[in-house]
Nanobody, 124 residues
Framework: QVQLVESGGGLVQAGASLRLSCASS????????TAWFRQAPGKERMFVAS????????FYSNSVKGRFTISRDNTKNIVFLQMNSVKPEDTAVYYC?????????????????WGQGTQVTVSS
C-alpha cells in the first residue's frame, strides 16, 4: 500500500501563512506529477495546485493563484504547499496526490495515489 503523508495543517487566522508538507517512503516524487487538492465541508474535492516532474511547470487554481506556491524538495522527497494570505474560504481538508501520467491534470480521477489529508481551518 503506497502511502503519502500530509502534515502542517491547523487553525490559523485570516491573513496568516501556513506550509503543508507531503512525504512518502514509497514514491519518489520527482518521478510523478504531484498535486494538492482540497475538500471543503459539503463540497467536492477540488484541484489546488500541481507541479510537473521536471519542477519547471506549476499550475494553480484561480482561487489560490498568487497566494499559494507548490514546490518539491527532491533531496528530501517532500512536496510543499506554501499558503499565504489565507482566507476563511481556504478552510478544507488538503490532500496530496501523485500521478503517473506525463501530462499534468486538474482532474481528481487522473491521480493514482492519495494521502489521508490534513485539516486547514482559517478563522475570520
Amino acid at each position: 500500500q503506497v502511502q503519502l503523508v500530509e502534515s502542517g495543517g491547523g487553525l490559523v487566522q485570516a491573513g496568516a501563512s501556513l506550509r503543508l508538507s507531503c512525504a512518502s517512503s514509497d514514491l519518489t516524487f520527482r518521478n510523478y506529477i504531484t498535486a494538492w487538492f482540497r475538500q471543503a465541508p459539503g463540497k467536492e474535492r477540488m484541484f489546488v495546485a500541481s507541479i510537473a516532474r521536471n519542477d519547471v511547470y506549476t499550475f494553480y487554481s484561480n482561487s489560490v493563484k498568487g497566494r499559494f506556491t507548490i514546490s518539491r524538495d527532491n533531496t528530501k522527497n517532500i512536496v510543499f504547499l506554501q499558503m499565504n494570505s489565507v482566507k476563511p474560504e481556504d478552510t478544507a481538508v488538503y490532500y496530496c496526490a501523485a500521478d503517473t501520467s506525463v501530462v499534468a491534470s486538474r482532474m481528481e480521477l487522473d491521480y493514482d495515489y492519495w494521502g489521508q489529508g490534513t485539516q486547514v481551518t482559517v478563522s475570520s
